[in-house]
């Protein structure tokens, strides 16, 4: 059985609050065989000095900060991740078309090892009565249509989405428009807050290029088998 490859499809979640146990865990993957997030949780306690040690391992981190705030605040932020050495960056779409502009100018400057780009549509915990909620009558499958849209007119590289969406999304997106997912539950796993949600075969067979994979893995008794039965699971669905 195939489980470690050169472009892993599964991104692991690292949301811990205790970075030794961040540390044991990653000490059991493989860069071959998965790619590591760092969220607002763990850089909050334990920083950029912490974020390089994981990216010095030889992981591809993903540092999924998600800014959204001013073009000017934003810029610079990104370019700050972008000296971390990590893999891929974010935003919030809903920041706007100034703002995504301004963060794709800004590594587009930030020189070589520029990470990737991608924004988030509509997190993946809510429902179409929360979406309601903040925007009125808008369907949660239009509003990340729009979304995906817009971000990839203002030149990012793709959007963080639930692979819910990804069949309608491939359709009108270029090819090489990256679908990050989040919301991935293997049958049978506790959905916990995520609400549009899918297995990780289904994801990838609608298209998804990464599946964003935290406490299914880092919750389970034996997280290293998690991720390769995971990994197991989609090896003949994906282009090696
Ligand atoms: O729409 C989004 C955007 C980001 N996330 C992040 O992904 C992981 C998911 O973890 P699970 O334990 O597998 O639920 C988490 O770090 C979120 O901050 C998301 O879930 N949805």
Known sequence: MLTAHSDPKVIVALDFDDEAAANELIAKLDPKACR?????????????????????????VFLDLKFHDIPNTV???????????????NVHASGG???????????????????????????????????????????????????????????????????????????IVNEKFLLVTPGIRPAGSEKGDQVRVATPASAIQSGVDYLVIGRPITQAL???????????SIEHLTKI
């Open 36 to 60: 590591l997030k760092i969220g607002k949780e763990m850089f909050t306690y334990y920083g950029p000095d912490w974020v390089k040690k994981v990216v010095a391992l030889g992981f591809d």
């Open 222 to 232: 034996d997280p290293l088998s998690s991720l390769k039965q995971i990994n197991a």
């Open 75 to 89: 810029a610079k932020a990104v370019k700050a991740a972008a000296s971390l050495g990590v893999w891929m960056v």
């Open 97 to 171: 078309p100034e703002m995504m502009k301004a963060a794709v100018k800004a590594l587009n400057e930030s020189g070589e090892n520029r990470p990737l780009l991608t924004a988030v549509t509509v997190l993946t915990s809510m429902d179409q009565s929360q979406l309601d909620s903040v925007l009125g009558n808008r369907e949660i499958n239009e509003q990340v249509k729009r979304l995906a849209l817009l971000t990839q007119e203002c030149g990012l590289d793709g959007i963080v989405c639930s692979a819910q969406e990804a069949i309608t999304l491939r359709e």
